[in-house]
């Protein structure tokens, strides 16, 4: 099985830039299309931003349009959420997911993936 581990969360200033990183290890990720998922106190998991195995597709939830990028480096066996442009309302605890899929598909609920990360932690202030 993969293991996920994310890095880079932090405090920033709203309208600041993080960059979010997910280190996979135990499978190569490319076999996996990714997701990254947050969760505010009291508030239910949702999703943010997927990916598929080879990073050409992508899905962003409409809060986070133009203003979030997921990317991926297979070779690295790595992927990243540029936040950029960041709001009180993003912060939480942001989680990278895997889910094993065919190439070209992508999972958006939480459901879907069978790997998760521990999590890290953004914080926004106004």
């Known amino acids: 099985q993969v293991s996920l581990v994310e890095s880079g969360g932090g405090l920033v200033q709203t309208g600041g830039s993080l960059r979010l990183t997910c280190a996979a290890s135990?499978?190569?990720?490319?076999?996996?299309?990714v997701g990254w998922f947050r969760q505010a106190p009291g508030k239910e998991r949702e999703f943010v931003a997927a990916?598929?195995?080879?990073?050409?597709?992508?899905y962003y939830a409409d809060s986070v349009k133009g203003r979030f990028t997921i990317i991926r480096d297979n070779a690295l066996n790595k992927a990243y959420l540029q936040m950029n442009s960041l709001e009180p309302e993003d912060a939480a605890v942001y989680y990278c997911?895997?889910?094993?899929?065919?190439?070209?598909?992508?999972?958006?609920?939480?459901?879907?993936?069978?790997?998760w990360g521990q999590g890290t932690q953004v914080t926004v202030s106004s």
């Open positions: 997911a895997a889910d094993r899929v065919k190439w070209a598909e992508v999972t958006t609920t939480p459901n879907g993936y069978d790997y």
């Open positions: 135990g499978r190569t990720l490319s076999n996996y299309c």
């Open positions: 990916i598929s195995r080879g990073g050409e597709r992508t």
